[in-house]
């Protein structure tokens, strides 16, 4: 062992111990004849202390230092004369009788501080280096604490850890697949799976009862922001359960990693509340509850007064921000421009000011202030507040002003990331119907149950009764982010090719792509229900931060590149002929 | 939750309570007017007991079960008649009140016993219904525990699971690479790792100190017996520590997993023997010491006696098979058949019988008895043993002696899996020399550093220095099976570019392979050191089984194909376009 202690640990109590330390220099400073170095490692820093006492070697070498160079230092515990509180070991420091260099440095491309001086590619290409600064040691370690806390409640509870294979078989439902060349296999591939979906609901046929399992996960997307190629999920199933004993169980998992982690508590009893309902009041299936302002139908109360923007659609709804009324022309003419952007994608903004001495409207003209303020009164607004409406379709209005909402929130400080405000969105619908290619699509995946109470109108032929049919499932939301999501499953083989001839896939289909599980379920699957929560977004969220890139070690930039390894990168001929392989990439 | 209790749990204190249980049907039979169902789940089998008393709705449910439907049953706890003591809930049964069939089932395709009639291809295809065994189900329960105490051990040793990228750039260094093509980036191709070595080392740059993971690992071999395409590795890597450091706190984890998981006590201190002493002994670098039969070298015993086949090879050796000296010539000649084939590759097998009254042997035209008994002491025999001679070059000797060892403990039965013999191996070469490449081939891999007080001869340009060049490498071998292995790393610049110098790789080709991580070493890397695992031959041995087939929820076949998915498969042409690919498997 190269040293005695780490640099975290030393106190007050071990003054007049002898100690050697390793670690790398953080900043090596020199005031009059005494020089102080910072030696770092992943516990924390302590200062060495070089003066005249001390052997002239120590002193040469301690000359020679810079920047990250890898050290080993012996010597005396000794009270410091100015304390540093900001450090866990700011009352000691260690005068030093040895001083070794284990590894020089070059310097750094960038400063290894908490906030540093290189730019995100630099820094991305230098990982190992962008890794030293604290708030990604603090990300990883929190990240390592997560998963450690995430198996130990679940073992707690029975559930077993099982590993499922990453070489497996295509399905080209969903998300494109990452697919693996087969060598011995010529002409054939393996696909890297997009969750281990299909492998946890054969371990419940199989009769584990309680699977989990911390994951990596693939799906080769076009890359948008904070997506990864790679990722992460906390994977889970449970047999003879139903949506109930799935809710409180995992609920039971967070507050216990809330507590665990953040310190945090959460209510005993998460809210539940209905997608509908969250479309209707926060235009969001993953509402922010962290503040109000909630979404107002408000189409009754301003037609048939021949403002035809708004006669001539089926739905408008309004929002108050609270204290806005005071925005100017300027400002409410940014707020138009900023609705109209295509991310948002409204035609346009009407605003009602609630003041101190009457109301103000885009459209006065074709309202009595009575009418307004009875819009204004259903919004919830008071005075001082400005209300906001859009029109038009009923659930892309309601999206709309859910993405205006959180944007007001934003601006008005309401979204304070040390607040936790976690729900259950429940009752999704099972089916969206596809204008484009006029067909259903499942919501959640084809595995997802209809409701028991839902099943008659699942059988129905009309496409109005099966869009009304509910699915038993769910997503944990946080702080307007979905950290996961899950369902009970169809375990009775006729519900489930019921479920494929809804969605147009043909038995043939349906027996390539699902046969194995279609085959599973014919020997005794119970009934069974799970989720998946995203470990990476989990991480980031609990962690206080929007971006999941600094909870990953070794993420990969927004073209599925990895910067340092310069991956991916071209094999060379003879490999490709191995897999049976050519390339087009250049014809 | 569709039941109060799990079939496992029941005891004669829960007599006269109404319970509901939820499971399969593991047998159903009818003495009488009586019908006893047997429900099993993951967690036991309970007897349930349909009689007069039971309402007659009850009774025709349960006259429609067959073997493996999954059924919910509802009734009162009573003691039973004839108690069943191989069942932990063997005291009581439930008389029911209600039955009901939750999801029929097919007639498996075999029996879901312990021992099962179903052939190994057949159980593979219906692998859901192959986990039902009990066999499979404590493997995979050992296999949960395991891991949940790897990582509590570790964590508690400071250690920080940090996950590294599993889409990375491929290094055409030893076994194959799998591939993946990437779709974002035209003609280049991710690779899936072989193990996370340079992600560790990056991370020791990184200032992690003490990192571990239990991963998924990829190799595309042309498959052996008992080898996996996909395996998982227990990874780890450590700051600052010399190999003793590495060692002692290893063997604590594999102490503390014994002790856990098989309730068996390890020595304080295992055993550690050097590469050459293994080699001499045992003809083997993971020798089995749970018996005796060490090789001797007899070569200077038995030259120059006229003996022709002794004489014109470098080296005679012996072992001595307890008790085996009435061996008849049938025996013998099958022996000597044994050594000849190719996996061994004898030319001959050579005996001496130590018989109460006197030396028998194959060769004693050419010895006087006194001299073969000399060889006999020297081979450790004592009279009823029978001494086996094989000659050659001296490590292939040693390695067929070494075999051969290994095949007569196994017909002398004195391999008990039950009992566990763990030592470590240490002081490996650095470098192989390949006659055919005419080149030196690093041991471990590029990474491992040379001994401190070898690196005199590591700098040498003469091939019999470097052939003695011992690593700071070891392995950790329980009952003749390389558990784990690692090494101390190098961390200097210079010392790399040697190795990478020594093993015949040019600037260019280190450059372009290991580029990022011969860069990372510029900055400020520590000494390091670390190993791993192979996790499920760890789980197989631990479960006291040889073959890790079944310490794995879905494993491939001997062709690397998952039979029940039937994966690889052929991928469609529209997705071979996106990856600008083209098959050429059929041309």
Redesign the interface.
Known sequence: ???SH?CGELRIGDIGRSVTL???VQKARKMGGISFIDI????GITQLRVDESCPASVAEVSSSLGR???IQATGVVEERQSKNEKLDTGDIEIRLTELKV?????T?PFTIEDVSDGGEELRAK????D??RNPL?KA??L??RM??EV??YL?RQGF???????????T?EGA?D???????????????PQSPQT?KQ??M??????YFQIV?C?R?E??RADRQ??F?QIDCEMS???QE?VLNLFEGMMRHLFKEVCGVDIAPKLPRMTWFEAMDRYGSDKPDIRFGMDISEVTSLVQGNGFSVFDSVPYVGAIAVPGAAEYTRKQLDELTEWVKRPQVGAKGLVYIKVNEDGIKSSIDKFYSPEQLQAVASKAGAKIGDLVLLLCGQKRKTQTQLGVLRIEMGNRLGLRDPKVFAPLWIVDFPLLEWDDETQRFYAMHHPFTAPKPEHLKLFYSDRKEDLEQVCANAYDFVLNGTELGGGSIRI??ADVQQRMFDVLGISREDAEYKF??IIN?F??????HGGLAFGFDRVCALFGGQETIRDF???P?NN????V?????????DA?M??????????E
């Open positions: 062992m190269y040293r780490n390793a670690g790398w770092r490692d992943r516990y990250e160079y890898v284990l590894n020089a440095s070059q750094p230098y990982r190992y280096l890794l030293r040691k990883l370690m990240r390592h998963a450690v198996r130990n073992d077993l850890e099982i590993e499922t294979p990453f070489l497996i078989k295509s080209p494109r990452f697919v693996v060349p087969s060598r011995m296999n010529p002409g054939e591939f393996y696909a890297l492998f054969l371990l046929v199989a009769g584990y009862d309680r990596r693939f080769d076009d890359l190629p790679e992460t003879f359960v139903e004993d375990h009775e046969g194995f599973a014919k020997f005794g699957a119970p009934p990953i070690a070794f990969k073209v599925g590149r990895d340092m390894l310069d991956a991916p990168s071209r094999i060379d490999q002929d191995e897999l049976f392989l050519k390339s087009t990439a250049n």
